[in-house]
Nanobody, 124 residues
Framework: QVQLVESGGGLVQAGGSLRLSCAASGRTSSSYAVGWFRRAPGKERRFVAGITRSGARTYYTESVKGRFTISRDNAKNTVYLQMNSLKPEDTAVYYC?????????????????WGQGTQVTVSS
């Protein structure tokens, strides 16, 4: 069993930056791949970024490539999402998720554990 807690959300102006953290407790987080998803108002939850257990490979949805960076520190059981050049359309509740993901990092079905989410609001 793994518990995930997101933090770092908030209100920022367009062009600004935020760093989200996903802290894991319970079973060693390095056993799991981790993904970040987001749910914008009135929309379905969508994949944002994913990272393998070792951190050697990362995956991004097209709209955040070059602006967001996912990383992990397994010694701290924490995964990060650095978000730069934020846009109003990045406004959403951001969730981290963990699971034994094979290749389909963008599929929420691949993840077994989810955090409660953290709100990110980007003003224009």
């Amino acid at each position: 069993q793994v518990q995930l807690v997101e933090s770092g959300g908030g209100l920022v102006q367009a062009g600004g930056s935020l760093r989200l953290s996903c802290a894991a407790s319970g079973r060693t987080s390095s056993s799991y791949a981790v993904g970040w998803f987001r749910r914008a108002p009135g929309k379905e939850r969508r994949f944002v970024a994913g990272i393998t257990r070792s951190g050697a490979r990362t995956y991004y949805t097209e709209s955040v490539k070059g602006r967001f960076t996912i990383s992990r520190d397994n010694a701290k059981n924490t995964v990060y999402l650095q978000m730069n050049s934020l846009k109003p359309e990045d406004t959403a509740v951001y969730y981290c998720a963990a699971g034994y993901v094979s290749t389909a990092y963008a599929s929420s079905d691949e993840y077994d554990y989810w955090g409660q989410g953290t709100q990110v609001t980007v003003s224009s």
